[in-house]
């Protein structure tokens, strides 16, 4: 944990919510939206709820449903105010009630309890998760710098993946590997997805007990976490020599991440982004295969999240320096399966430095 | 967030079982004039659902809709491609695309319910806001109920099933253990031993909590980074499979193992045979130190595990025997701190 991101991201947050006019900040997170407080607190929840209340002028207070977590965050975070009670959603209403605040904002809207909204709170839920996606995307240079350590991180993660990746192996056996290896590297936190097989894989999923077969792409994206910030690298391999088929559908793939990864720059738009890489596969006759029916995303932002603001055609964040996202065409070709490839970059004052330091090439693997 | 081994085993969790645990559930729904139960699930809140149907999100969040006849119907936000890969994975009557999952569910209802008829929504406080604003806004407050209570008494104790996976998570844990180097120095390596040895043992997810030197503090931290190992030490891993959750807890020692921490594993041994009615009056014994804190914890909602009993709080639900619930204690020893968790069976 770094105590001087820390202490830069809460004097933003403090500054933010004075000009917001916010005299408390109710923050809610669990073990799948831990960003926002994080952000503010320096906190992540590992299971349960955590409800944390936020005023300018006092220790903060954080609410949890477990002693051990409570133990654990008031260890790592002794400036704040933890309890723990069974009944945490209750009391976390009480200390809202008896703070007289003025102005109370609650964020956000993926992980705050209907208990705490859905009185005259909701309303500030919109602006006040807006408020706070603000800071989050807009990273300063320390923040940024995390995200490129991170990025170190994922890029020797895949090494690790890589090497795993062997004929008769079970998929779960390879996520084995990859994380006994993050752990090793005092890395606690990874999100990872994979694929194995041929032109009947249609997407990343969790992994299987499927062993791995010569000829098989073998797709992943590995998350890992430093500091609380990701970063992201999206790989495809192929068990032996790859056909020409898969060279030839690979090499669109390619296309379009340097397309996409030419189109970031400082006042362009996530969907331009998008759009750079849609065009590249429609050039190719490929143009069903960029819709929501094969693909999710073409990018995204990261950062305290793994999956901040999407990149797609429809989507208007306009990019700054300092941002941090992932360009990944991931999609599927009709001739061979599953691809993906995706670099994270750091959006700088002329376009942006990929961070990502992996060869694109796809990679084949002895059998 | 991480995932492990993810998939369905029919001769570990066959249809059958899933099926009487929601028939159960509709007997309960029958009872109290209920059209449908929403449970919500997502990376956080996965128990109730995955009790239902087997379905774990690795990714994003959905509803299972529990009607009185038939299958859960999954409402999911997870895209269309996923799809196949959920019913592989769980037992549903249907999966259907709600990337607005809480409007989506509200004309799913409107659909699939009668006017005027009560709907249960388990874990309905803790629903996100994101998802129940648009159920609390079109459906009347008189007929959106919290079923949470009434989950939670048909929850335990489990079937033999459940049962089996519980102990099958225990002996990942507890073989993990077994696989801690003998001569670390740090615990990043140990760490990574049993994340090797549980993941490869086909855990689902693993979370570990690590007191570097117990000299020191009993606390048990999240490691980001690394840290020497002081002469004794604990270890808690918590441990999913097929989605049931354990904790496993030891105290370690790199070299002489404390005499204290003999009689402490007595004690805890005796205390992990609790009654339902010694829960009630919150003894656990005469500890052979000081106690510093005491939890019982078990499966009763949308949690993996929710702290039912602890150090000067009455049980917050009345187990009933048989449930396979998770003890963990830390004692002040004459000699050191000291720190277990383990299965304690009602």
Not at chain 1, 67 to 94: C, K
Not at chain 2, 132 to 145: E, G, H, K, N, T
């Amino acid at each position: 944990m770094s105590a001087p991101l820390r202490d830069e991201r809460a004097a933003k947050l403090k500054s933010a919510m004075k000009d917001a006019g916010i005299d408390l900040l109710v923050l809610a997170a669990n073990a799948w939206r831990v960003d926002y407080l994080r952000y503010a607190l320096d906190v992540i929840p590992m299971e349960g709820e955590a409800i944390a209340l936020i005023a300018a002028d006092q220790a903060a207070q954080l609410f949890v449903d477990n002693p051990m977590e409570a133990q654990r965050i008031q260890l790592e975070q002794p400036g704040l105010r933890v309890s723990w009670s069974p009944t945490v959603l209750a009391d976390a209403e009480r200390a809202i009630a008896a703070s007289n605040a003025k102005n109370i904002g609650i964020a956000p809207g993926a992980a705050m309890p209907s208990r705490l909204a859905k009185g005259a709170l909701g309303a500030s839920i919109a602006a006040t998760t807006a408020l706070m996606d603000r800071l989050m995307v807009n990273k300063t240079e320390g923040e940024a710098d995390a995200v490129e350590r991170a990025t170190a991180m994922a890029d020797a993660g895949y090494d690790i993946f890589r090497k795993a990746a062997r004929v008769g192996r079970r998929e779960y056996e390879l996520v084995a590997d990859t994380e006994a290896w993050f752990r090793s590297q005092g890395c606690p936190e990874n999100f990872m997805i994979l694929g194995s097989g041929g032109r009947e894989v249609r997407g990343m999923h969790p992994p299987g007990d499927r062993k791995l077969v010569a000829g098989d792409l073998v797709t992943t994206e590995l998350t890992p976490c430093v500091d609380g910030y990701y970063a992201q690298i999206c790989r495809t391999l192929v068990l032996g020599q790859p056909s020409q088929a898969q060279l030839d559908a690979y090499a669109v793939y390619r296309e379009a991440l340097e397309a996409g990864i030419a189109a970031v720059r400082p006042g362009a738009t996530h969907g331009q982004v998008a759009l750079a890489q849609n065009e590249v596969f429609r050039r190719h006759g490929l143009g069903d295969y960029v819709t929501s029916e094969y693909t999710r995303v073409r990018g995204h932002g990261l950062g305290l999240f793994v999956d901040g603001p999407h990149v797609l055609e429809d989507v208007k964040q306009v990019l700054a320096p300092g941002m941090t996202l992932i360009v990944h065409p991931n999609t599927y070709h009709p001739e061979v399966g599953y691809i993906v490839l995706g670099d994270t970059v750091r959006v700088t004052e002329d376009g942006c430095r990929v961070l990502t330091k992996t060869p694109r090439e796809l990679i084949s693997m002895p059998v | 967030m991480r995932r492990g081994l993810m998939s369905w085993s029919l001769e570990e969790m066959p249809v059958a079982a899933l099926d009487k645990r929601v028939a159960r559930l509709q007997a309960a729904m029958h009872a109290k004039n209920m059209g449908a139960v929403l449970v919500y699930t997502s990376f956080a809140q996965p128990s109730a659902v995955h009790w239902l149907t087997n379905f774990t999100p690795y990714w994003s969040e959905a509803l299972a809709v529990v009607l009185p006849e038939g299958a859960p119907i999954l409402l999911a936000s997870l895209t269309k491609r996923v799809h196949l890969w959920i019913k592989e994975v769980s037992h549903l009557a249907d999966v259907v695309m709600a990337p607005r999952l809480g409007a989506d569910a509200v004309t799913f209802l409107a659909d699939k319910t009668a006017p005027g008829q009560r709907i249960g929504i388990v874990g309905m406080d803790s629903l996100p806001w994101s998802v129940a604003q648009p159920l609390f806004s079109a459906i009347p407050a008189d007929r959106l109920v919290d079923a949470s209570a009434m989950f939670a008494a048909l929850r335990q104790p489990g079937d033999s099933y459940e049962h089996a996976l519980f102990d099958k998570a225990a002996n990942i844990a507890a073989n993990a253990f077994k696989a801690v180097p003998a001569q670390a120095k740090k615990v990043s390596e140990i760490t990574a031993a049993i994340e090797a040895s549980a993941r490869m043992a086909g855990a689902e997810e693993l979370l570990l909590r690590f007191a570097p030197d117990l000299g020191k503090s009993v606390v048990l931290q999240r490691m980001e980074g690394d840290a020497s190992l002081g002469a004794t030490w604990a270890v808690e891993a918590s441990v999913a499979y097929k989605g049931v959750w354990v904790r496993l807890g030891r105290s370690m020692a790199s070299g002489v193992t404390p005499t204290s921490w003999s009689a402490a594993n007595q004690w805890f041994d005796k205390a992990s045979k609790i009654s339902g009615a010694a829960l009630n009056g919150a003894s656990y014994g005469e500890a052979p130190g000081k106690l510093l804190s005491v939890s019982l914890e078990a499966s009763i909602g949308i949690h993996p595990l929710s702290v039912i009993a602890a150090k000067d709080i009455p049980p917050v639900f009345a187990l009933p025997e048989g449930t396979h619930a998770v003890l963990s204690a830390q004692l002040a020893l004459a000699d050191g701190h000291w720190y277990r968790a383990g299965p304690s069976v009602l």
